[in-house]
T-cell receptor, first 111, second 114 residues
Framework: TQLLEQSPQFLSIQEGENLTVYCNSS?????LQWYRQEPGEGPVLLVT?????EVKKLKRLTFQFGDARKDSSLHITAAQPGDTGLYLC???????????FGKGTSLLVTP | KAGVTQTPRYLIKTRGQQVTLSCSPI?????VSWYQQTPGQGLQFLFE???????NKGNFPGRFSGRQFSNSRSEMNVSTLELGDSALYLC?????????????FGPGTRLTVL
């Protein structure tokens, strides 16, 4: 059973468009992380959010943690081909050590 | 600072065999976690080690085991391989583990079971 559901599963857009990826759960998380994974490599951490309602910005990427700490979103403004990759959300429950991953959103940005 | 390294990068085995994968964490990191990534299930947590002790284990059969050495290097072993064990196996290291600690992933070992 997947604790975190990501949508959409696949996304193909043109350079310059905006997009939002969602990560939803019925469970509460003490922290939630977003990763990007490129072919042949391991996931690379983009951001960690820990406070309900928190918003973090990383250049053209905006991350939001839901007020109830059950969901999160990633918004990309003016997507570029370099944004292509698999975007993964992962949450930690309580003081646990395991990351619970969503299945990911595969993003393709074409010039 | 060198990143997380995993060896081998690619491995082909047949059903029934066993396999050992290795992970060298970033220097100074004492927590090592292992994950299995498949197209159908995504990334799933296998286990986490800290100072040679397993602190947490995911929902995998006993054929999957691991250990950590005093230098924090870790190995995982899969015995009696099944076709469904074909996957990318990722390890991640961090200073102390836990959700507040940044985990750094290695490039993974691609295991194919024939």
């Amino acid at each position: 059973t997947q604790l975190l559901e990501q949508s959409p599963q696949f996304l193909s857009i043109q350079e310059g468009e905006n997009l939002t990826v969602y990560c939803n759960s019925s469970s509460v998380f003490s922290s939630l992380q977003w990763y990007r994974q490129e072919p042949g490599e391991g996931p690379v951490l983009l951001v960690t959010v820990v406070t309900g309602g928190e918003v973090k910005k990383l250049k053209r990427l905006t991350f939001q943690f839901g007020d109830a700490r059950k969901d999160s979103s990633l918004h990309i403004t003016a997507a570029q081909p370099g944004d292509t990759g698999l975007y993964l959300c992962a949450g930690v429950q309580g003081s646990g050590y395991a990351l619970n991953f969503g299945k990911g959103t595969s993003l393709l940005v074409t010039p | 600072k060198a990143g997380v390294t995993q060896t081998p990068r690619y491995l082909i085995k047949t059903r029934g065999q066993q396999v050992t994968l290795s992970c060298s964490p970033i220097s100074g990191h004492r927590s090592v976690s292992w994950y299995q990534q498949t197209p159908g299930q995504g990334l799933q947590f296998l286990f986490e080690y800290f100072s040679e002790t397993q602190r947490n284990k995911g929902n995998f059969p006993g054929r999957f085991s691991g250990r950590q050495f005093s230098n924090s290097r870790s190995e995982m072993n899969v015995s009696t391989l099944e076709l469904g064990d074909s996957a990318l196996y990722l390890c991640a290291s961090s200073f102390s583990g836990g959700g507040s600690d940044t985990q750094y992933f290695g490039p993974g070992t691609r295991l194919t079971v024939l």
